[in-house]
Each structure stands twice: as structure tokens, then as C-alpha cells.
């Protein structure tokens, strides 16, 4: 918008720096809406139409057949084991760094936010490196019956190590700004610690906390490279549905690839639904860090 202001006595225009001409701004538009059509909508719909490219039979078959029947439970599983580990750190970390001064605070930083910068596969070697059988602990563990690689347990650590990140750095910033000063009138009247975590914090930051859950559950579904280390890619045992993908893939079943590949993206949809919901519908206590 313009902005008039006196020069020696006589009004002179400015214009606002962000009042560009209708021609520029359309040709961002134009190039922003091509780019994410080409990249991301288009790659979408392929995934949709080479599913149902042979009809629906052909879908619900390669949906139901036992080994996609198998990594789909398996995705499941290791997500509904993941999410709550995640949750209790998540809460116990951002509770720690946001209400409480000590020393080493930002190492803990530091250290929450390992999984963004280094590759998933490095984290599955680091596992293999731990429970393999060149290892202390591989042996040790097998001799009391405890298998980690190439089982359930090993893919569930590669998960949790992964997405660990994402509830607690939800949940820092946001709990940040609110401070403490609600806590500390709820100690001075007399409740206790946990009496104030859940009748003062928990109500402050459930739509951050459940916002950084949809993240962590997305994230967990469709994690590939520390599970593809660490899974040993048993058929029907230890592939989870991005794995049988790949496996699907090579062997040039296509319809059965897309398939399993649509039921990820159809989740991936869901969770950005409801992500871009309690944006709109809370705001900033759903998105505390972005704010």
C-alpha cells in the first residue's frame, strides 16, 4: 500500500516494498502453483491411478494378500509402540528445558535435535553396531532368548530414535512463551507437582502435544532407511509397508507397489488433514514452534 508523506512541505508517494504490480505477483503465483503441481500433485495422483490402474479387485487383493496384510499390522504396531515412548520424552523434555534452569540444558538441545541432522541409515548401523553379533550386548542378549536386529524390537528402536524429536520440539517453544507463572500459583495454593501438570500445564499445551503426535505418527509409518538396516527384510515378518513397496517394486509388481503405496499416502493425507485442522481451528497452541 502507498504511503504519503510530506517532503519540504509537499506530499510525495512512497511505495510500500511489499506492493508489487499485479503481473509480478501473478507470476509468483503461477510459478509457485506449477512447481508444487509438477513436484508434489502430480507424483500424488500417479501413486492413485496406477493403484486402481486394473480396478478395484486387483486393489483390495493386493491389500489383503498375507505378506501386505503383514506389513501393514507391523507399520501399525511399531507406531502405536513408538508413539507413546515418544510422548513420555517428548512431555519430560519440554517440561525440563522450558520450566527449570541447569546446566547442560542446551547440550540436551543439542542432543534432541541429532535425529534432523543425521541420516536414518547411520542410526540403523549405530543399532547394528550395538545388538549385532560382533557386539557385547547381540550375544548377550540372544542368550537369554532376546532377539533385537531383524525382529520387532530392533525396528522399533530405529522408529523411536528417528521421530523422538518430534513431540519435544513441538512442545518447547510453546511451552516457552507460556512461562511459569500459571504453575507457580497453582504450587502457591497448594497443589502438587503432578495436581499441577494436569489440571495447569497438560490443558495449556494439548493441541501442541497432539500436534506433535500427528507429526511423529506420520513420520513413523513411513520411515525406510534405519528400519531397512535394521529390519533384515524378512517377507511377512520384519517389513513394514514402505520396505514392501521396495520389494514389490523389484519384482515389477506394480499395481500390488502402488497399491500399498496409496494406503501410505492416503495416511500421509489424513495426518496433514488434521494437522492443517488444528492449525486453523487453535492457532498457535497447536503449532507453538512456528509462531
Known amino acids: 500500500m502507498a504511503d504519503i508523506r510530506r517532503v519540504n512541505g509537499r506530499p510525495k508517494t512512497f511505495r510500500s516494498p511489499t506492493d508489487e504490480g499485479l503481473v509480478f505477483k501473478l507470476v509468483l503465483v503461477v510459478l509457485m502453483v506449477a512447481f508444487l503441481g509438477f513436484f508434489l500433485v502430480l507424483p500424488l495422483v500417479s501413486v492413485f491411478v496406477e493403484a486402481f490402474r486394473k ?98 524390537p530392533g525396528i522399533v528402536l530405529a522408529t523411536v530414535f528417528v521421530t523422538f524429536p518430534f513431540v519435544a520440539r513441538e512442545l518447547i517453544p510453546l511451552m516457552e512463551d507460556q512461562g511459569t507463572g500459571d504453575e507457580e500459583a497453582a504450587l502457591s495454593l497448594g497443589a502438587s507437582g503432578l495436581q499441577t501438570f494436569w489440571y495447569v500445564t497438560l490443558p495449556n499445551i ?4 497432539l500436534y506433535g503426535v500427528l507429526l511423529c505418527n506420520a513420520r513413523a509409518m513411513g520411515e525406510f532407511g534405519a528400519v531397512s538396516v535394521v529390519s533384515g527384510r524378512i517377507r511377512g515378518v520384519t517389513t513394514t509397508m514402505p520396505l514392501h513397496v521396495e520389494i514389490l517394486y523389484n519384482e515389477y509388481n506394480m499395481v500390488a507397489a502402488f497399491a500399498v503405496a496409496s494406503l501410505l499416502a492416503a495416511l500421509a493425507l489424513v495426518t496433514l488433514a488434521l494437522k492443517t485442522f488444528l492449525e486453523l481451528r487453535f492457532g498457535a497452541g497447536a503449532a507453538g514452534g512456528r509462531h
Open 55 to 152: 480396478g478395484w479387485e486387483e486393489y483390495y487383493e493386493a491389500l489383503i494378500e498375507p505378506d501386505a496384510a503383514a506389513a501393514i499390522w507391523l507399520t501399525l504396531t511399531v507406531a502405536a509402540i513408538s508413539l507413546p515412548l515418544n510422548l513420555i520424552f517428548g512431555l519430560c523434555a519440554s517440561w525440563a528445558i522450558a520450566k527449570f534452569e541447569f546446566k547442560g540444558k542446551s547440550f540436551l538441545i543439542t542432543l534432541i535435535d541429532l535425529p534432523f541432522s543425521i541420516s536414518p541409515v547411520i542410526s540403523g548401523l549405530v543399532y547394528v553396531l550395538l545388538f549385532g553379533s560382533a557386539s557385547f550386548l547381540g550375544p548377550l542378549l540372544k542368550s537369554y532368548g532376546i532377539e533385537i536386529l531383524f525382529a520387532v
Open 206 to 209: 494439548k493441541w501442541g502435544l
